[in-house]
Each structure stands twice: as C-alpha cells, then as structure tokens.
C-alpha cells in the first residue's frame, strides 16, 4: 500500500492495543458466557470457522513482525507479546495458534536465543516465554506435545547446566556473556512460573524445582551483584505467587524448604554488611521487598489452597508428609526472624517496602495469633515495637494495618488466659495507645472500625486498667460542663456491654455506641 513512511513505534502500539482487546473480545468467543451471540460475528470467528483460523494466522504473523522489526521498541515489543499471550491463555484460541508453522518457527528461534529474539528485552523475554508455555497446554498428541517440550524446555534446561556445572565457573562467572546467560534463564524462569493454571501446575512445578535448588547456589556466587540477587529472589517469588495455592503438603513442603534455605543464605550474605551509598540502599530495599513478599504469598496458602486430595499430582505418595507438621506460618516467622535484622527505619522510609512489612506482620497476627506469644523474646519485642511504631508514627494505612493487628492479638490472649505471658503485658500498654488515639487525638475517621474493633476487645481483656484510664481522664477535667458530658458518654459507651465480653452482639453494641460517643465528645480533648 506504499504506506512504510508513516510507520512509527507510537502507530504500532495502537495498531496492537486494538488487536490484543479485539481479539480478546471477539475471537472464538466463548458462547456458553451469553444468552445471546452476534450471528455474524459468530460465523466469521466462531469455532471451527476459516475466519476464526485466518485471523489467528494473521495475528501471529503481526506479532512476529513486529519483534522483528521494532524489537528495540521495548513498549511496543512488550504489548506484542502481551498480544500473544491474549492468544494463547484460551485454550480455544491455543488450538488453532499450535496449528500455524509459524508458531514452530518461533518456538524454536527462541529457544535457540536467535536474533532479533535474543535482542528483546529481559521483560518482553519473560512474557515471550510465558506464551510459549501457555501454548504447550493447547490440544496436541503425546508425541506432538513431548517434541514442543523438547524445542522449548530442554534448551533453556541444557544450557543453564552447561554455564553452572563448568569447572571455571567461579571464575567465569562475572563475564558478560555467562551473566547475560544466568540473567536470561532467570527471566525465562519468571515466564514458566507466570503461565501457571491449574491444569499444567503438576509439569511445571516438577520442571521449577530442579531449577530453584541451582538458583540457591547462584545466591552464594553473585552475592555482591544485587541485580542477579534480585532476579534470583524474584523467581521464588513469582513460584509461590502462582503454584503454592495448587499444591498439596507434601510439594508445598519442598517449595517451604527451598525458600528457607534461599532466606538463610540470603540473611547470612548480608547480616552485618555495611551500606556506605544509597545505591547498595536501594538495591537491598529492592531485595527485602521481594522477599516480603515471598512470605507473603508463602503465608496465603493458609487461606487460598486449592489443591486436591491427589494434589494433581499423579503418583503422589499421601504418606511422605504425614508426619510433617511445619505450617505455612512457622515457614514465615522463620523468614520473619532471618531478616528482620536487616530491616531498618531508613528502609521502612520506602512506602512500599513499609506496606508489605506491615501487611505481612498483619496476615501473621490475623490468621496465626497463637504463634506470636511462642516467638523468640527478641522476635517478639520487634513485632511488639513495629506494631507501636506504626500506630505512632507511620500512614493512616499502616496505622490501621496495625489496629487489625491487635484485635487477634487481643482474642487470643482472652482464651489463653495467661496473666503473665509477655503478649498480655503488650496489649496493655496498646490499650492505652488506641484510648489515647480515639480520645485524645486526631485522626483519621476511616480508621475508627478498626480502632474500634481493636479497643472492644482490649477493653475485654484489660477491664480494671481501662476503668483506670476513664477515671484519670476525668479527674483531669476543670471544666465540670465538660467532666459531666464525658462521663455521660463513657457510661453510654459500656451501657451496651456490662460486663463486656467476647460476644460478637455485645461487640456490635459496642462499635454503634463509639459512633455515637465519637459524635458526641470526639475532638473535644484532641491536642492542638
């Protein structure tokens, strides 16, 4: 059509902007969603149509063209591939993609780190793989599906042992060309974990794990190279972000202990080192919020498993963790105990890294509070102090993270019934933080359920001192006006719940009654 001259990379995102959601939403639409369906759409991309076959074929052939040509254009060349994943996370649309030369062909160039693929970046790498994989679960005979493994795993799988098992490993390893090998391997490992569905979890799991035991023994080589360290932590995180809800306790046991050694070997690099720039503060920031969130998604496996009584794994012996009783949780606080020691308040300076500690210590306390009194002393007092730090002097997000905190804190103190536990002497120095913070400070009227929540049940627990409290406050007050009208509300504010008690009803009582007392004399002994 003579058009080339108006080419440009800013044309060809919006050509494949439009591509990637039209096809989402209108090829081989699946029928069983709606009552009604477009007749001529449904013929002329519908399933088992020649247009719905021709379109797939164009698609791929636009996709292959553009990283050929503008491979240098990392956006464009990022929503390529995302284009391509659009045609291959259906199962329908893979059918007919897997069907296409093309699609060998690319396959196997990639697999090869053939130009211009090799050029792409590690990002569109990553994403470039994770269509690969996707692809490899359309519908194909065993032979036919054995040999695509073969073109694209065993590669990735064969030269990454090449690199690592050379005797002069140690000392080639910082060459560029051994870096830019580990680094691609990496990122190409992020890809596979990123393709995770229920249905290829069993494979890919299997075909990870002889990867993450390897990527341990990379954490020791490039410990001083904080980008591959990164990438390294990274790769375990995106393995339990997509696969830990699908397996049963035996695999979750395995990815548990790799994640355990992967943390120690990180904790004792780093312990104690010294970071005489901001740069190597960055980089560790960057670490530590990986490795939150590795916990994190570690931890969700209490509350999201989908995993089977046969795990979908076959062959699976039911027996080999039977006698295993490590939780999720203990994983965690392990975790939670190697590198707290390298937090800092400088680091807690980053708002995302402060987010996911905070969230973190907040999942702990919420689904495992009957873990915390059992921590180690020191564990126990930094949790204790992060909690009173970040209801004193942290965001009205982080602040509120911390009242969910207590309130589990709180109830499992009340069944315990441990006078003397350290955790009982904890929640009545907070008692007095949230009386202070809902009667004697501004803040946020967002945060006053949780506060609310947290101050019934501390109440609950700490009845006398919170008498005590009452009556100090009000023995301080000049102003008779001002003494009656608060002791009007704090007499309104328990009428609801004498004695209070853990009952969910009386609880309720109680958050209805602080409205109405915060209405009433909120603000009015707030400090100026």
């Not at 209108?26 to 449904?42: A, G, H, R, T």
């Not at 945060?447 to 009000?474: N, R």
């Amino acid at each position: 059509a003579d058009l080339t001259h108006l080419l440009s990379p800013q044309m060809g995102k919006d050509i494949v902007w439009f591509l990637k959601r039209w096809a989402k939403t209108y090829l081989l639409v699946d029928e069983k969603l709606y009552d009604q369906i477009s007749l001529p759409f449904n013929t002329a991309f519908g399933a088992d149509t020649e247009g719905s076959q021709w379109i797939v074929g164009y698609l791929l052939e636009k996709v292959i063209s553009n990283l050929a040509v503008w491979s240098s254009e990392q956006d464009l060349a990022n929503d390529t591939v995302q284009l391509l994943v659009t045609l291959v996370e259906r199962r329908e649309r893979a059918n007919l993609v897997i069907q296409c030369e093309n699609w060998w062909n690319l396959a196997k160039q990639f697999a090869r780190r053939s130009p211009p693929l090799h050029f792409l970046s590690s990002s569109v790498q990553r994403t470039l793989m994770k269509a690969l994989v996707l692809g490899g679960f359309a519908h194909m005979d065993t032979d036919t599906k054995q040999q695509y493994w073969t073109e694209v795993l065993q590669p990735l799988q064969q030269r990454f042992l090449n690199v690592i098992n050379q005797e002069n490993f140690q000392q080639i390893c910082q060459e560029e060309e051994v870096k830019q090998e580990i680094t691609a391997t990496l990122e190409a490992l992020c890809g596979i974990a990123e393709a995770t569905q229920i249905d290829n979890v069993a494979i890919l799991f299997n075909f990870l794990m002889d990867f993450l035991t390897n990527c341990i023994g990379l954490m020791e080589v490039y410990k001083n190279t904080p980008e591959t360290v990164n990438l390294i932590i990274e790769v375990f995180v995106e393995v339990a972000h997509k696969q830990i809800c699908y397996l049963g306790e035996s695999k979750a046991m395995n990815l548990y202990e790799a994640c355990l050694t992967l943390l120690q070997v990180y904790s004792k690099n780093n312990l104690g080192r010294q970071r005489i720039d901001v740069t190597a503060e960055e980089d560790q920031y960057q670490d530590l919020l990986l490795i939150m969130e590795l916990l994190t998604n570690l931890l969700s496996k209490e509350f999201i498993d989908f995993s089977d009584t046969d795990e979908v794994f076959r062959g699976h012996e039911p027996g080999q963790a039977a006698n295993r009783s490590v939780s999720a949780a203990d994983v965690v606080l392990y975790g939670v105990n190697l590198v707290l020691p390298l937090m800092s308040q400088d680091l807690l300076k980053f708002p995302s890294l402060c987010n996911q500690y905070y969230k973190l210590i907040t999942f702990i306390c919420e689904i495992f509070p009957e873990k915390i009194p059992q921590l180690p002393e020191d564990l126990f007092k930094s949790l204790m102090y992060s909690l009173e730090l970040g209801m004193s002097s942290m965001s009205s997000e982080i602040c509120q993270l911390c009242l969910e905190a207590l309130t589990p804190l709180a109830e499992q103190c009340a069944k315990a019934q441990e006078t003397d536990s350290s955790l009982f002497l904890a929640t009545r120095h907070f008692l007095k933080m949230v009386f202070d913070m809902l009667v004697l400070q501004k803040h946020n009227t967002e945060m006053t359920t949780a506060a609310g929540e947290a101050f019934y049940t501390l109440v609950c627990l700490h009845q006398a001192e919170y008498s005590e409290l009452v009556e100090t406050l009000l023995s301080s007050q000049q102003d008779p006006v001002i003494y009656q009208r608060l002791a009007d509300a704090f007499n309104k504010l328990t009428a609801s719940s004498t004695p209070p008690s853990l009952d969910r009803k009386q609880k309720m009582a109680f958050l209805k009654s602080l409205e109405e007392f915060m209405a009433n004399v909120g603000g009015l002994l707030c400090v100026k």
